[in-house]
T-cell receptor
Framework: RKEVEQDPGPFNVPEGATVAFNCTYS??????FFWYRQDCRKEPKLLMS???SGNEDGRFTAQLNRASQYISLLIRDSKLSDSATYLC????????????FGAGTRLFVKA | GAGVSQSPSNKVTEKGKDVELRCDPI?????LYWYRQSLGQGLEFLIY????????KSGLPSDRFSAERTGGSVSTLTIQRTQQEDSAVYLC?????????????FGPGTRLTVL
């Protein structure tokens, strides 16, 4: 089993749609969680951290479910500019700060 | 301000040759990470540095891969006797400190092609 798993998609949605991605992780003692965004042939950039209580940043909402070992990302009112690959990132508790990236979920938002 | 820089941006080499990839982190960032991303794949963790030491080298694919960091700044990833399966984009990232909750800032990557 991979340490971090994501549905690769692609998700094809119209502008204005709401779309949700899930990501599961295998290490129950994992410490920190993030969503990064990667545009085609570009480097990843932080989208948002994921906190235990859930957190929201504009149209984006991230949630963590420790009991079921998954994190989610909800995008409301999708824009064309949201088209990208969304990477789930986990720092497992292995005594250091190794960071594990999921393979990513591709999103295409169409007019 | 300057972000993370990497050089070269592209490298084409012949199978069996050695290559060196360089990463210049953001000034003051003590943590530095190396990843590899193959076409259409996610990022594969290779190694991270805390200062000049590498507490976790578990991601290095083989003993052909090595990395060092000097002066708590520039890092070099060396691949000896390159193989075609080493072809990928090699990404470097830095963060203020290694640890829970700290954002990693990525460089633009070095695209390595082994013929």
């Amino acid at each position: 089993r991979k340490e971090v798993e994501q549905d690769p998609g692609p998700f094809n949605v119209p502008e204005g749609a709401t779309v949700a991605f899930n990501c599961t992780y295998s290490n129950s003692a994992s410490q920190s969680f993030f969503w990064y965004r990667q545009d085609c042939r570009k480097e990843p950039k932080l989208l948002m951290s994921v906190y235990s209580s859930g957190n929201e940043d504009g149209r984006f909402t991230a949630q963590l479910n420790r009991a079921s070992q998954y994190i989610s990302l909800l995008i409301r009112d999708s824009k064309l500019s949201d088209s990208a690959t969304y990477l789930c990132v986990v720092t497992p508790n292995t005594g250091g700060f190794k960071t594990i990236f999921g393979a990513g979920t591709r999103l295409f938002v169409k007019a | 301000g300057a972000g993370v820089s990497q050089s070269p941006s592209n490298k084409v080499t012949e199978k069996g040759k050695d290559v060196e990839l360089r990463c210049d982190p953001i000034s003051g960032h003590t943590a530095l990470y190396w990843y590899r991303q193959s076409l259409g794949q996610g990022l594969e963790f290779l190694i991270y540095f805390q200062g000049n030491s590498a507490p976790d080298k578990s991601g290095l694919p083989s003993d052909r891969f090595s990395a060092e960091r000097t002066g708590g700044s520039v890092s070099t990833l060396t691949i000896q006797r390159t193989q075609q399966e080493d072809s990928a984009v090699y990404l470097c990232a830095s963060s203020l400190v290694p640890g829970v909750g700290y954002e990693q800032f990525f460089g633009p990557g070095t695209r390595l092609t082994v013929l």
